[in-house]
Structures are given as structure tokens and as C-alpha cells.
């Protein structure tokens, strides 16, 4: 089974500002990351993903995310944040090769960019 | 064209009664998935079918019926409707071994 941990559930941080959502996930088998973003009152929708090749992903918005194996991380990261980034932000697992994209999402983290 | 529709979005009821929520996806996808999020955001699979078949089904109660009419449409009724399912319930889609789940913009579900 998979688990997935957000380490934060809320991270306020000022515009312009850098910033980091960290996420540690739990699995027996290996798995494809995912983050995702929900802005208010919306539907999810994927910021990036990483299935294979190199650990440092690049997302939409420009948000990245570095898988650590070692370490069983996948933190988001954004270098300068806009107000329009304050959303609430799901990382999520799913078993490789399962096919059927059971994704298992984190708790979810708040982002509060302040002007 | 919205990718992944869910009608109706807000529904207000009384315990007891019985309801459906409504998705369609005209992505192609093979897949499509029902999602509930609760009052703490907190999101949790439901259902999911691939080309009309029941592929995964958690623990949900038996008074969660879900049905696929064809593989673009997944329907979620709820009988005997509680507190509890007081929710956002998310409909979403995808190919198969992609990871990437196309999601409709949910229906929230008061139960009174």
C-alpha cells in the first residue's frame, strides 16, 4: 500500500518570495509523483509529474519538483510566488505499471501568498 | 468545451432521500473515476471504470451506486443519503498508464 505526507498543511509566504511544499510518500513497489493544484472552488489540475528519467521535474506556472529516492521526497519548489498561486496543492502516488491510475493523494497544503 | 462535466454542481437535501450526480468526458479517455472530497480536503478514490467495467471499488457503502452507460459517461446515485456524505465529489478521467487524471470542477453535496 501507499501513503502520502504533506508536511505542511498551511504555508503562508509573501509575493515574490521562493518557496517549498514538501511531500514524503510511503511504498512497497515503486511509483510515479504527482503534484496537483486546486484553486477555489475548482476541479484539480496537474502542476507536473515525474514517471522516469531525470529527478528535477518542470511543471506549468513555473513550479519544479526533485524526486529524492533516498529519501522518499518529491517537495515542490517556486522560485518566486504570485498572488494568483495562493491555492491549495496535492501531491499524490500511484503504483507503477498499475494501468489504472489509482492515484493516492496527500492531505493537501494551503498556499497564502500576502502582498 | 468543458473536458470533464459533473451536473449538478451544488445539492442541497434532506437525510433520507435519494440522488445522482452526473459526468461526461469527451477526452477519449478509457477511464474515469469518482473522488470524494471532504470538509478538510481530504481526497479519497471512490470508483473507478475502465471501458464501462468496475476496476476499483473501496470501501465505500452499498448506498453508493456508481454506473457507466458507455465508457465517456460515469454516474454516481446515492440512496438513503446521510450527514456524512456531505461532500465535494470530484468525477475525472484519464488514459490508462499515464498518471494524469483530468478532473471535472465537482459537485457539492449538503446533506441536511
Known amino acids: 500500500a501507499q501513503s502520502v505526507t504533506q508536511l505542511d498543511s498551511q504555508v503562508p509566504v509573501f509575493e515574490e518570495a521562493p518557496v517549498e511544499l514538501r511531500c514524503n510518500y510511503s511504498s512497497s513497489v515503486s511509483v510515479y509523483l504527482f503534484w496537483y493544484v486546486q484553486y477555489p472552488n475548482q476541479g484539480l489540475q496537474l502542476l507536473l509529474k515525474y514517471l522516469s528519467g531525470s529527478t528535477l521535474v518542470k511543471g506549468i506556472n513555473g513550479f519544479e519538483a526533485e524526486f529524492n529516492k533516498s529519501q522518499t521526497s518529491f517537495h515542490l519548489r517556486k522560485p518566486s510566488v504570485h498572488i494568483s498561486d495562493t491555492a491549495e496543492y496535492f501531491c499524490?502516488?500511484?503504483?507503477?505499471?498499475?494501468?489504472?491510475?489509482?492515484?493516492?493523494f496527500g492531505a493537501g497544503t494551503r498556499l497564502a501568498v500576502h502582498p | 468545451d468543458t473536458a470533464v462535466s459533473q451536473t449538478p454542481k451544488y445539492l442541497v437535501t434532506q437525510m433520507g432521500n435519494d440522488k445522482s450526480i452526473k459526468c461526461e468526458q469527451n477526452l477519449g479517455h478509457d477511464t474515469m473515476y469518482w473522488y470524494k472530497q471532504d470538509s478538510k480536503k481530504f481526497l479519497k478514490i471512490m470508483f473507478s471504470y475502465n471501458n464501462k467495467e468496475l476496476i476499483i471499488n473501496e470501501t465505500v457503502p452499498n448506498r453508493f451506486s456508481p454506473k457507466s452507460p458507455d465508457k465517456a459517461h460515469l454516474n454516481l446515485h446515492i440512496n438513503s443519503l446521510e450527514l456524512g456524505d456531505s461532500a465535494v465529489y470530484f468525477c475525472?478521467?484519464?488514459?490508462?498508464?499515464?498518471?494524469?487524471?483530468?478532473f471535472g470542477e465537482g459537485s457539492r453535496l449538503t446533506v441536511l
Open positions: 499524490a502516488v500511484t503504483p507503477r505499471g498499475g494501468g489504472y491510475n489509482k492515484l493516492i
Open positions: 475525472a478521467s484519464s488514459r490508462a498508464h499515464t498518471g494524469e487524471l483530468f
